[in-house]
């Protein structure tokens, strides 16, 4: 099983930016596909993006689209969600998780998903 480890969160300003980072271990990343996911206090945690195993495919949140972009680096095990705009309601515990759902899977379901990191915090302040 591949483990995850997000780095990168913090606290910004409404319509400041961050990059947040997923570094794997324990397995070649280029095996899975790879998603984000963000859960914010007293709700449900919620798909944000998702990139195929060779970055050709990825599939967006409405709610993030045009916003955030999500990448990887195979070759440094490692995949990056770029977040741009930021407004509040962004504000939320960020994961990272690689899909048990083949290489190619840009679908939104978390049950697709295997392996989990532990999460970073992203607060957005108004």
């Known amino acids: 099983q591949v483990q995850l480890v997000e780095s990168g969160g913090g606290l910004v300003q409404a319509g400041g930016s961050l990059r947040l980072s997923c570094a794997a271990s324990?397995?070649?990343?280029?095996?899975?596909?790879m998603g984000w996911f963000r859960q914010a206090p007293g709700k449900e945690r919620e798909f944000v993006a998702v990139?195929?195993?060779?970055?050709?495919?990825?599939n967006y949140a409405d709610s993030v689209k045009g916003r955030f972009t999500i990448s990887r680096d195979n070759a440094k095990n490692t995949m990056y969600l770029q977040m741009n705009s930021l407004k509040p309601e962004d504000t939320a515990v960020y994961y990272c998780?690689?899909?048990?759902?083949?290489?190619?899977?840009?679908?939104?379901?978390?049950?697709?998903?295997?392996?989990w990191g532990q999460g970073t915090q992203v607060t957005v302040s108004s």
């Open positions: 998780a690689a899909s048990s759902d083949g290489r190619y899977y840009i679908g939104s379901r978390s049950s697709d998903f295997g392996s």
């Open positions: 324990g397995r070649t990343l280029s095996n899975y596909a």
């Open positions: 990139i195929s195993w060779s970055g050709a495919g990825t």
